[in-house]
T-cell receptor, first 110, second 113 residues
Framework: DVKVTQSSRYLVKRTGEKVFLECVQDMDHENMFWYRQDPGLGLRLIYFSYDVKMKEKGDIPEGYSVSREKKERFSLILESASTNQTSMYLC?????????FGAGTRLSVL | QQPVQSPQAVILREGEDAVINCSSSKALYSVHWYRQKHGEAPVFLMILLKGGEQKGHEKISASFNEKKQQSSLYLTASQLSYSGTYFCGTERRSGGGADGLTFGKGTHLIIQP
């Protein structure tokens, strides 16, 4: 079974803090993704990576950055968290076209 | 552009059928379907490729009309376990989904006993 693990299920941070969301996959997948999920908006792609140290912007990259130093790990970084970044964040990995999602991190920015 | 899903929500009795539609304003290379149960991760159901190919998964099947840029998901004789939110996803570019998917806003399906 493919396992995509997100380090935290729930996080509470303060406005202006630097926030790291971590994601690890155990299937040697090339591609990894970060989405955010908001009620009524569905899942929206923030960033993705198709190789170590490679990254590309998705549809809503503003306010976020990513890091992929190792193949199995993909981190999402909020440089200065804001209240409008309160959301559910989903990580996914993929060998080609099927995406395997983690359980999500619910981030609240106060 | 996000694909448009309809209906937004549907409530069924166990054993009834449902159809969920997904349409796009841009040319589609493929359509992906996922289901998310409350509090869980989205789970892949199937991919529909160009050519109107129909795929099936348990009693769930789907079609893809590339000319109309539409896909439909058919749930036959629905079971309680089918409850959840269904998302269609379209490829952002022609890379087979390797550069991510653009998802619709989802269709909430509630199956009652």
């Amino acid at each position: 079974d493919v396992k995509v693990t997100q380090s935290s299920r729930y996080l509470v941070k303060r406005t202006g803090e630097k926030v790291f969301l971590e994601c690890v996959q155990d299937m040697d997948h090339e591609n990894m993704f970060w989405y955010r999920q908001d009620p009524g908006l569905g899942l929206r792609l923030i960033y993705f990576s198709y190789d170590v140290k490679m990254k590309e912007k998705g549809d809503i990259p503003e306010g976020y950055s990513v890091s992929r130093e190792k193949k199995e790990r993909f981190s999402l970084i909020l440089e200065s968290a804001s209240t409008n970044q309160t959301s559910m964040y989903l990580c996914a990995s993929s060998p080609s076209n099927i995406q395997y999602f983690g359980a999500g991190t619910r981030l609240s920015v106060l | 552009q996000q694909p448009v899903q309809s209906p937004q929500a549907v409530i069924l009795r166990e054993g009834e059928d449902a159809v969920i539609n997904c349409s796009s304003s841009k040319a589609l290379y493929s359509v992906h379907w996922y289901r998310q149960k409350h509090g869980e991760a989205p789970v892949f159901l199937m991919i529909l490729l160009k050519g109107g190919e129909q795929k099936g998964h348990e009693k769930i099947s789907a079609s893809f009309n590339e000319k109309k840029q539409q896909s439909s998901l058919y749930l036959t004789a629905s079971q309680l376990s089918y409850s959840g939110t269904y998302f269609c996803g379209t490829e952002r570019r022609s890379g087979g989904g390797a550069d991510g998917l653009t998802f619709g806003k989802g269709t909430h399906l509630i199956i009652q006993p």
